[in-house]
């Protein structure tokens, strides 16, 4: 198996942060692997309120709020503009604190890390996927891929094979020398999906991944989504304003004023398949 070498020292790189979506204040230190989880629940969410305080405002985005996700399933937050859908999804991605409740992924739960612990807890188990890609554009689709794993502290090398298979599934396989500005908006979020699962995260949060990508992008990259949820077990959660994107989810939580007021079966509705040939490490 080839050793990977990156093209930049990932704690040199000042887009790392942005890429493993790692916390400005991470010093550098990097703790022991967090326990094992448990749960079949791969995130759970209890009773999870978040206060913004702005000088003598306070803006409840989330309020009370509880859900689990069980492992495998493909959720879809969707609500109007206001909501709080960005905000649990940085809860979600341990981007920021709750006021109050408690928030565990992958049986760990985010209130008891330091800093430092849930950066790594942050970049091992979990997959981001932004609406604007987040590509850095001085590194070709495969630069980006590659210092994203090296960034994510896994001490084996990255399993060529199975990026070959992400490359494939994908459909990005000629592409990958390719810097962004010389990939479309569908093909940049593609590799941006390659880049999320090649480090076999436990989940996968993605954030408006359609909001900058035309229809027949968007159908794309969704049903990438849905493929690597139905052929690699990979669970998904996928926040959006747009309900049709949310309907290729298993299940669709209704987000207004902070809370969930609804939950309806999505197309795949189905429980997931056992990931087919791929073993899904987590
Ligand atoms: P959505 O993603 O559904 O549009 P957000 O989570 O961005 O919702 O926002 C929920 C509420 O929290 C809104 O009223 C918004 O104005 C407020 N809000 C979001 N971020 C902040 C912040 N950093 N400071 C103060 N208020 C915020």
New binding site residues.
């Given amino acids: 198996m080839p050793k990977i070498t990156p093209q930049i020292n990932p704690k040199q790189h000042p887009a790392a942060d942005s890429i493993c979506g790692r916390h400005p204040n991470y010093n550098g230190n990097v703790p022991p692997e967090p326990a094992s989880p448990i749960a079949d629940n791969i995130i759970q969410v209890e009773e999870v309120s978040k206060v ?1 305080s ?1 000088g003598r405002l306070e ?1 409840a ?2 309020r009370g709020l509880s859900m689990n996700v069980a492992r495998g399933e493909f959720v879809a937050i969707v ?11 940085y809860l979600l991605g341990g981007l920021t604190h709750a006021t109050t409740g408690r928030v565990v992924i992958d049986g760990v739960d985010f209130a008891t890390l330091k800093d430092a612990e849930r950066t790594r807890l942050r970049r091992h188990r979990i997959g981001f996927v932004f609406q604007k890609f987040n590509l850095l554009p001085t590194l070709s689709a495969m630069g980006n891929i590659e210092i994203a794993y090296a960034v994510s502290g896994r001490k084996e090398p990255m399993d060529r094979a199975y990026l070959d298979h992400l490359s494939d599934m994908l459909s990005i396989k000629g592409r990958l020398e390719h810097r962004p500005s010389e990939l479309s908006g569908g093909e940049q979020q593609r590799v941006a999906i390659a880049r999320a699962l090649v480090t076999h995260p436990a989940i996968v949060l993605a954030d408006e991944p359609t909001g900058n990508l035309d229809t027949k992008n968007s159908d794309a990259v969704l049903e990438m989504l849905v493929r690597s949820n139905r052929e690699l077990g990979q669970t998904v959660l996928m ?1 959006t ?1 747009n309900p049709e994107a949310a309907a290729v989810a298993g299940r669709i939580l209704h ?1 207004r004023d ?1 809370q969930i007021v609804r939950e309806e079966k999505g197309l795949r509705s189905a429980p997931p398949a056992p990931a087919a040939g791929i073993a899904h490490r987590v």
């Fill in positions: 913004y702005t803006v985005a989330v609500g109007p503009s206001g909501s709080g859908k960005s905000t649990l999804f926040i304003h987000m902070g």
